[in-house]
Structures are given as C-alpha cells and as structure tokens.
C-alpha cells in the first residue's frame, strides 16, 4: 500500500516535469514563473537557458518512469533522494537571484520537500 501511494506521487512528479519541461518549448513566457525577477523571454540567452532546463525537466521525467517500470522501489527512492537536489538548487538560484518569496518556497522549496517524502516513502517500503 506505502509503495502504491509513494509510485503515484513519483509518476505524478514524473508527469509534472515532463509537461513543465515540455511548456518551454511551445510557450516560453511560462517560464517566468520560475521565479528569476526581470526574464525576458525574447532574450536569446534566457531562451538558451530555457532551452537547456526544458531538455533536463523531460529526461527527469522520463528517468522516473523508466525507473518505475524497471527499478525497485529502494531503487526509485533513492535516485528521488539525489533527484530532491534539482529543486532545491532551484529554491536557491530564485532566493539568490532576489525572487519572490512564493516562488522559492512555494513552488520549488514544496517540490523538494514533497520529493525527499517520497523517497522516504520508497526507502522504507
């Protein structure tokens, strides 16, 4: 049952990245909710950036499913564990950069935090 629960938060975070991931490429102004104040999206180097972020989202992702379909759930646990450290560094460039205080706690902070249970939840079982 723990390991059924922590599978479907894992796939939701899985699909979560791949859509976010996936957005940046079809509608770029999106990506100002990550929090960096002052992006302008018709800047050719944010539009690397977010090119090169989009690309690491959608193999995140993907890694999980794999992962879910192959992997043991101590397995899966454990690469989220390592995984916790995206959002979290991600927290830390928006509070560095200045961003709004819902952007690093809200989204990102709540990511890693709901991530690092998960891979409790996967440890454990």
């Known amino acids: 049952m723990l390991v ?9 975070i899985g699909v979560g990245i791949v859509f976010i991931g996936a957005r940046a ?26 090119s090169v972020k ?3 989202d959608v193999a995140l992702g993907v890694f999980i499913f794999i992962l879910l379909m192959a992997a043991t ?15 979290a560094g991600d927290a830390l460039i928006v509070w560095r950069s200045n961003g709004p205080g819902s952007a ?12 690092l249970a998960i891979s409790v939840l996967l440890l454990v079982a």
Request: aromatic content about 12%; cysteine-free; charged content about 10%.
């Open 4 to 12: 059924d629960v922590a599978n479907v938060l894992a796939a939701l």
């Open 104 to 115: 690093v706690y809200g989204i990102h902070g709540a990511t890693a935090v709901v991530m």
């Open 73 to 87: 759930p101590q397995v899966l646990g454990w690469f989220m564990l390592a995984a916790t450290g995206i959002p």
């Open 25 to 50: 490429f079809w509608a770029p102004q999106a990506a100002v909710g990550f929090g960096i104040p002052d992006t302008s999206t018709e800047d050719r180097n944010f539009q690397a950036w977010l």
């Open 54 to 56: 989009a690309v690491r």
